[in-house]
């Protein structure tokens, strides 16, 4: 099984991400190991492949909301581009494209002859049709602010689209990745998006390698090979996705053989291993997990309190107790992913409860008599830290930055809310201290909108005018070398400064059938951009 | 009758209206609001067009008085999650709920009474301490737990039962299939109240069985069957019928966990969906026909006392 990328434990963390990619490569260079036959028979046999989602779907990747929709839109709806294992974009739609000099106008060729499911002809009308939705306020349109540097979008002929921008924006290739699939202008013109309730839950159309047949509301949604699809001819018959809300209820339907392929959280992660027939993967992704502290709040304001904080934290002992070892040490906010500009020349932060009491005594914080740390005026050093409910991760995680800042006399008392109203009440008007939350993001670096001053989603309220204008610069500058040097140097600000504590890049545990091959090693998300190349081994 | 009948009609209109009103204030006011706006990701401008479209960005009077004007036309509203009537969206899953709410009143019915009869004859038996214990141990266990038990013994273990789902997909679509889903799903749905009944059952059985007209069917020379059935089981039915009364909307209503654990797309797991995503909506039309079926049980129990125990029968 040396085709999938195993990795090794938490622990040493230099060069990892070399070594993997290095296995990747000669895994794929040497057949995936697997003994031609066995690919070749799968091929043959096709079969279905069985995935659960947690709420039904709705077939529309612009104004889907949830991850159950964004999973089988991938398979469905591909996009101009897609992620190799590298996350890098590789052509899906688009055969090629060229970028102007000053950044300003992204031409894309698209590849002939691809048909729609219904057997109509793919042309640059879909596409200017999907980003005028994406763009416009009434559609419903999820993406909107993803794509918000686009001007326009202009057809130059059946197969030539061409984007201008407002100012050049580095990171367009990757979100065109994301989840912007394209969709059928001949079906959908005319009225606003979500009010196409027969195509958004019945009748889906698109150009991906499988196609939606049966939707069975609240149970499952069978999708076909798509015997036209422009790629490569998709192995598996069929893909089923099937609604199962409950994680425990997904791990148990994995067991008796009604599943094929889960994410699993780290606390289920015992109820699989050892299963025969079942294989545990993990894989990086692009998430950071962190303690938000409010820097609105008079306590927080000193960059040399929030860096005191977070090295009170004793994050190798989260990622193994809590999360078992799926998860990377943190430097900044950019995850060890995005292995381009990833620092990690930068040394991970310490645990090192000392040295923050020195720092905290720097800021005008003292430890009393009863070992509670207080300013001059007497008042003790206390907050309360806001998580979402229900996750036995994110609450352990919280126990234990409780526990760790309790040691250095810091008073944490945690509250647990449902996650639509930890956001929406207290997240968004910023009437919190802190909060235990996380941002996912796509493959790019560019963090401009959550810790730029005054972005909508720069919840913590932090502001560096250094920081400011490296974001600003990032996500316009296209030349990778110069790219990675203004993330690098961000990144180095971040351990001065940082704008949140991340505890954790976790990694994504994946449980899936051993006879699954042709899986890339990617987060499900991405990994279900390459469906056609899935297959599954007759026993 | 048609007077009582009016009356009983008046009464439920009455009460759809306050238990609609209370539920509208109770959503609106639960923290949180939509999931569709709790992304973080969206921008304010996002945000204000959202709740626009939705069109909660009136004022609540407004929203309530748009919400009983469209109920009036029968319409309503849209499902804020799966943006389709509400309607469509409750009557997709409405019959695979009626399927395992009705398999489990069955069984419940079907195990509880007849144990129970049998028992209150032979109290502190073998079989009545045995039913005993296993109604006490149904009744204390949690549903969700019995269910994921029930899942690995049956289905991991075992590997005789499917584990979850209402039918195979993309399989046969045979009647064997479905009923091979419905069994654990039924079995669990059904234990709490099968001992709930149970109990009730064989405390108004032994009730009756000691009341001086039992005594006299028996001196009148009645078989012992008759007397059981015609005399002491009739009479220990009234009360039984009140339980299996509230036992219908529990079914319907709280079959939620039962249907998450086992996969099924009925109609509780959709509530529950429904009032986490704060799909108010949903969560108003799940309310009203959950609020109906209820109406319609007390009715059916207060029908089934009449046809029960002619005393209670309205005079004319």
Known sequence: MSRRRRWPAAGALSHRSIVAAAAWLLAAACGGGEPRSAVEQAAAAGGTLRIPLINDPIFDPVIAPDLGSILPNKLIFPGLVRPDEALRPTPDLAESWTISDDGLHATFTLRPGVLWHDGAPFSAEDVKFTFDAILDLASGSRLRSDFAAVQRVVIEDSLTVRFDFHAPFAPFLTLLGYNAGILPKHLLQGAPLTEATDFNRRKPVGTGPFMVTEVAPGASVTLVRNPHYYGSVPKLDRVVFKVVPDLNAQVAQLRAGELDLVTLEPANLASVQGVPGVEVLQVPVVQHFYVGLNVRRPAFRSPDVRRALGMAINRPAIIDGVLRGYADLPRGTIPVVLKDYFADALPPIPYAPDSSLVLLARAGWRRGADGRLRDAAGAPFAFELLLDKGNPTREQSALAVQQDLGRIGVTVTLRTMEFAALVRDRVLPGTFDATLIWWTTPPDPDQFAFYHTGQDNNNVGWSNPVADSLLALGRATLDVPRRQAIYRAFQRLEMEDPPVMVLFYPREIQAVTSRLVGFPSLGIRDALRHSERFALRTK | ?316
Request: aromatic letters at 6%.
């Open chain 2, 1 to 316: 009758m048609a007077g009582f009948l009016l009356r009983r009609l008046g009464h439920a209109l009455l009460v759809l209206l306050v238990v609609c009103t209370v539920t509208f204030g109770i959503v609106h006011a639960a923290p949180g609001g939509p999931s569709l706006l709790a992304d973080p990701k969206l921008s304010i401008a996002d945000r204000a067009a959202i709740e626009q479209r939705l069109g909660i960005d009136r004022p609540i009077l407004v929203q309530y008085g748009r919400w009983l004007a469209r109920l009036a036309r029968g319409d309503l509203g849209n499902s804020f999650l799966y943006q389709t009537s509400t309607v469509s969206t409750i009557m997709e899953r409405l019959p695979n709920t009626l399927l395992l709410a009705g398999a489990a009143l069955l069984l419940t019915v079907a195990v509880a009474v007849p144990v129970a009869a049998w028992c209150a004859e032979r109290p502190g038996g073998l079989l009545d301490r045995l039913a005993g214990a296993l109604a006490l141990g149904a009744i204390s266990v949690p549903v969700f737990w019995l269910g994921i038990l029930a899942i690995l013994a049956f289905a991991v273990y075992a590997h005789i039962l499917p584990a979850g789902g209402a039918s195979d997909v993309g399989g046969s679509d045979s009647i064997v299939d479905r009923l091979r889903h419905l069994v654990l799903p039924a079995l669990v749905l059904a234990a709490a109240g099968t001992a709930e009944l149970f109990r009730y059952t064989r405390a108004s059985a032994l009730a009756q069985r000691a009341r001086p007209f039992v005594r006299t069917a028996r001196a009148k020379g009645v078989p012992e069957r008759g007397v059981r059935w015609r005399h002491a089981m009739r009479n220990a039915c009234i009360p039984v019928v009140t339980v299996i009364g509230l036992q219908l909307p529990r079914l319907v209503g709280g079959a939620a966990i039962t249907e998450t654990v086992f996969s099924w797309p009925g109609m509780g797991r959709l509530g529950i969906e429904a009032a986490l995503a704060r799909d108010y909506p949903l969560i108003m039309g799940i309310t009203l026909l959950v609020s109906v079926g209820v109406l319609l049980a007390s009715f059916l129990v207060d029908l089934a006392y009449v046809a029960l125990d002619p005393r209670l029968r309205p005079r004319a």
